[in-house]
T-cell receptor, first 113, second 113 residues
Framework: NTKITQSPRYLILGRANKSLECEQHLGHNAMYWYKQSAEKPPELMFLYNLKQLIRNETVPSRFIPECPDSSKLLLHISAVDPEDSAVYFC?????????????FGEGSKLTVL | AQSVTQPDARVTVSEGASLQLRCKYSYFGTPYLFWYVQYPRQGLQLLLKYYPGDPVVQGVNGFEAEFSKSNSSFHLRKASVHWSDWAVYFCAVSMSGGYKVVFGSGTRLLVSP
């Protein structure tokens, strides 16, 4: 799937700061960050619609999303914790009446030492 | 609140045999329902979707699902399983006009020769 690109694909961190990047080439209005821990379903972290943050689940404050334009999404992580080890997926959807049909990137796997 | 239950964490099927993966939903109103598949080290991909209408929906790769309002179910079926179907399958629900997608816990499909 080259329509949603994520970088980096893999990263290993101590207690450091890092940013994940995502770009979608689908012209979608809504973009999401999901966290998937091992053997679990994806959990919604943040949701943007037309660059506006409209849903913000109970996520630790060390995670800060940013949406510089409607096709790009960033996730800034500061002072990571071992419980943050997971795969972080970016997703997008057309929004509006097509709610629920998500398109996922390939994920960024974060390993916290 | 909307929720999805996948009662089978793991299902093993012989190649060529038929398949049914179970999904029960809890939702007040008419839901939008989805099945997603996740292959190893990849993001989720949409298999099929149900919007209010024909209760049987066709998806990719020979998959279909049937919506039952009386049973609050949306089971996934395939007539003949192929080894390449080895993956984790997630049932999901969203509500009309909303943006939040709720995923079930997933069912890991193992295909035996």
């Amino acid at each position: 799937n080259t329509k949603i690109t994520q970088s980096p694909r893999y990263l290993i961190l101590g207690r450091a700061n890092k940013s994940l990047e995502c770009e979608q080439h689908l012209g979608h209005n809504a973009m999401y960050w999901y966290k998937q821990s091992a053997e679990k379903p994806p959990e919604l972290m943040f949701l943007y619609n037309l660059k506006q943050l409209i849903r913000n689940e109970t996520v630790p404050s060390r995670f800060i999303p940013e949406c510089p334009d409607s096709s790009k999404l960033l996730l800034h992580i500061s002072a990571v914790d071992p419980e943050d080890s997971a795969v972080y997926f970016c997703a997008s959807s057309p929004g509006g009446t097509n709610t629920g049909q998500l398109y996922f990137g390939e994920g960024s796997k974060l390993t916290v030492l | 609140a909307q929720s999805v239950t996948q009662p089978d964490a793991r299902v093993t099927v012989s190649e060529g045999a038929s398949l049914q993966l179970r999904c029960k939903y809890s939702y007040f109103g008419t839901p939008y329902l989805f099945w997603y598949v996740q292959y190893p080290r990849q993001g989720l991909q949409l298999l099929l979707k149900y919007y209010p209408g024909d209760p049987v929906v066709q998806g990719v790769n020979g998959f279909e699902a049937e919506f039952s309002k009386s049973n609050s179910s949306f089971h996934l079926r395939k007539a003949s399983v192929h080894w390449s179907d080895w993956a984790v399958y997630f049932c999901a629900v969203s509500m009309s006009g909303g943006y939040k997608v709720v995923f079930g816990s997933g069912t890991r499909l193992l295909v035996s020769p």
